[in-house]
């Protein structure tokens, strides 16, 4: 009988166990539930943080480069406007300079073209003392104009136009005051010339 009735309370102690697991099973599920979603939100956060992270380098990287754009620009753009004006002032330098080149050219042109029709030779000798006269005003004014191109174009960059022939020009000068030395003597003798040239004339056909 004792032993019966020991194996009925053993039963007993069993399935009480059994209901007491059977009202753990629900906390478990639900504690293991909120476990992978914390899990999962962990997760999601751990995503999010790296692409926040990805965002955050790849707009560093714009902002430097767009710096560097901007510095780039800003470089180029002062160069160039430097370039610009440069290259502007040299033209108009260049042309200014060629229009003088081309009217000193003209001018000088016409002087040579002057100076190669004199012919003291051809000149009747009665008319020999004006056309002389003429002739040396000519060869003056000549001579100034030459003296004024030389004296412009050696301020400019032009200064080694004429080969350095300001010096034998400062002489071509004196030889000027020479040849008006002489011409006004010239002028003054020359009644007595002609005098004495009528004289021998007469002379001869006598």
Same mark, same amino acid.
């Given at each position: 009988?004792?032993?019966?009735?020991?194996?009925?309370?053993?039963?007993?102690?069993?399935?009480?166990?059994?209901?007491?697991?059977?009202?753990?099973a629900p906390f478990t $599920?639900?504690?293991?539930?909120? @476990?992978?979603? *914390?899990?999962?939100?962990?997760?999601?956060?751990?995503?999010?943080r790296a692409e926040l992270e990805r965002q955050k380098m790849a707009l560093e990287d714009l902002n430097h480069r767009k710096q560097e754009f901007l510095s780039g620009q800003l470089d180029l753009s002062e160069r160039f406007s430097t370039a610009i004006t440069t290259i502007e002032r040299e033209l108009f330098e260049s042309k200014q300079e060629a229009e003088d080149l081309d009217q000193t050219r003209i001018a000088f042109t016409n002087h040579l073209n002057r100076l190669e029709s004199l012919?003291?030779?051809?000149?009747?000798? $009665?008319?020999?003392?004006?056309? @002389?006269?003429? *002739?040396l005003l000519i060869l003056d004014k000549a001579d100034e104009e030459y003296e004024q191109a030389v004296s412009h174009f050696g301020q400019t960059r032009k200064d080694n136009l004429f080969n350095g022939q300001t010096g034998s020009f400062s002489g071509a000068s004196r030889q000027g005051s020479f040849l008006m030395m002489i011409r006004n003597g010239f002028a003054f003798n020359?009644?007595?010339?002609?005098?004495?040239?009528?004289?021998?004339?007469?002379?001869?056909?006598k």
């Open positions: 009988m004792p032993t019966t009735q020991s194996r009925k309370q053993h039963i007993k102690v069993r399935e009480t166990q059994m209901e007491i697991s059977d009202e753990k $599920d639900d504690f293991e539930g909120k @476990l992978a979603d *914390a899990q999962t939100q962990l997760e999601v956060l751990h995503t999010q012919n003291p030779e051809a000149w009747p000798k $009665d008319s020999l003392g004006t056309e @002389l006269e003429k *002739a020359l009644p007595i010339i002609l005098l004495g040239t009528i004289a021998i004339l007469i002379y001869h056909f």
